[in-house]
């Protein structure tokens, strides 16, 4: 396997034995609340802060909506700096649009290209890649694309989160297929306490730890404790 790729989430890499792999992709799923964009973006804050550029990909919110949802790091700055690149695909609220949906899979590949190659971005974020994933009432050209996303990123070299959201009425399980690693975050109620949790589901070429383990979201990011929240209360 490749070089690893340090998420530089506190105590994560130490579970990944080491961090991610260089140009994989990954999948980062979980419910509501769960902390999913928090993470994603300190992967790429992390990033920023060793030369890593970043682009971060939102079909949900506007580009100033985002920063202010962040409050953990000066998001502004390195935006400004163009370490790392935002992109709403969220239409404008002045803006027409004729179809349901104004990208699709194919249009986020090309979008992602023209970005990768133009401002030599080494880690990409989808927030979510569930909002394309529903344009397709067939599974099998949804797969092939999905495949086909994921190849063009490993062969530009990007190391890679999608986001996937727990839906209930349709889930999204076959997506953990197409990727080389799987993290879930989520909430677990305890006796007493409510506490929220990483574990690391699938990590293709390496061996990690499989126990859910209890993090913490403070004020710089996202902390990964040795705690098993089951045993915490
Ligand atoms: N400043 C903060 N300090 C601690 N926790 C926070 C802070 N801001 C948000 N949160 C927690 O993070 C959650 C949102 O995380 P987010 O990454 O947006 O979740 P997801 O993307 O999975 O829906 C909030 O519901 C809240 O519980
Ligand atoms: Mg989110």
């Not at 969220?90 to 194919?106: A, N, Y």
Request: hydrophobic share 40%; charged share 25%; proline share 3%.
């Amino acid at each position: 396997m490749s070089e690893r790729v340090r998420s530089g989430i506190s105590g994560l890499d130490e579970i990944l034995d080491g961090g991610f792999f260089a140009g994989q992709t990954y999948g980062v799923t979980g419910g509501p609340g769960s902390g999913k964009s928090i993470f994603s973006m300190e992967f790429l804050v992390k990033g920023a802060q060793i030369g890593e550029k970043g682009l971060y990909i939102s079909s949900e919110v506007s580009v100033d909506k985002l920063i202010k949802q962040m409050p953990f790091w000066d998001l502004k700055e390195y935006i400004d700096k163009g370490d790392i690149v935002p992109f709403s695909t969220r239409p404008q609220p002045d803006e027409i649009v004729v179809e349901s949906e104004k990208f699709d899979l194919g249009g986020l590949i090309y979008l992602v290209k023209h970005y990768v190659k133009n401002k030599g971005i080494k880690r990409v974020v989808f927030d979510s890649i569930t909002a394309f994933v529903q344009q397709y009432e067939n599974k099998k050209p949804l797969r092939r694309e999905l495949n086909n996303l994921i190849g063009i990123l490993e062969s530009l070299g990007c190391t890679t989160i999608l986001i996937f959201e727990n839906q209930v009425f349709e889930p999204t399980d076959f997506m953990e297929f197409v990727v080389d690693g799987v993290l879930e975050l989520g909430i677990i109620e305890t006796r007493e306490d409510v506490v929220r949790y990483i574990q690391v589901k699938k990590m293709r070429g390496t061996s990690h730890d499989m126990n859910k383990r209890a993090i913490e979201i403070q004020e710089n990011g996202i902390i990964v404790t040795n705690l098993k929240p089951f045993l915490s209360g």
